[in-house]
């Protein structure tokens, strides 16, 4: 079992940035692809961000492209969110995902789910 941490939410002016981390237990870390998902009132959760076991491959959804950068250092079993550029609609709860194998972007590909960090954007 993976136990997934996060940390970094919080209140930010549009415009700015923010830097989520997703700090996972147990070894090995790079065992695991990683991703960045987020859920608005009203809406269904979608996918954010993925990164492959080692972060050489990487893929982001077209409403963060630019703006948003995952990366990971396995060394400290942490995954990471930049956030750069924030807009309003950015406003979500977001979730980090760890699934065993290859980089997935699909909700039902990941096996591991953390419990949600808030980021609110306002303007």
């Known amino acids: 079992q993976v136990q997934l941490v996060e940390s970094g939410g919080g209140l930010v002016q549009a415009g700015g940035s923010l830097r989520l981390s997703c700090a996972a237990s147990?070894?090995?870390?790079?065992?695991?692809?990683m991703g960045w998902f987020r859920q608005a009132p009203g809406k269904e959760r979608e996918f954010v961000a993925a990164?492959?076991?080692?972060?050489?491959?990487?893929y982001y959804a077209d409403s963060v492209k630019g703006r948003f950068t995952i990366s990971r250092d396995n060394a400290k079993n942490t995954a990471y969110l930049q956030m750069n550029s924030l807009k309003p609609e950015d406003t979500a709860v977001y979730y980090c995902?760890?699934?065993?194998?290859?980089?997935?972007?699909?909700?039902?590909?990941?096996?591991?789910w953390g419990q949600g960090t808030q980021v609110t954007v306002s303007s």
């Open positions: 995902a760890a699934a065993r194998g290859v980089l997935k972007v699909a909700e039902t590909d990941y096996d591991y």
């Open positions: 147990g070894r090995p870390f790079s065992n695991y692809a």
């Open positions: 990164s492959n076991w080692n972060g050489a491959n990487t």
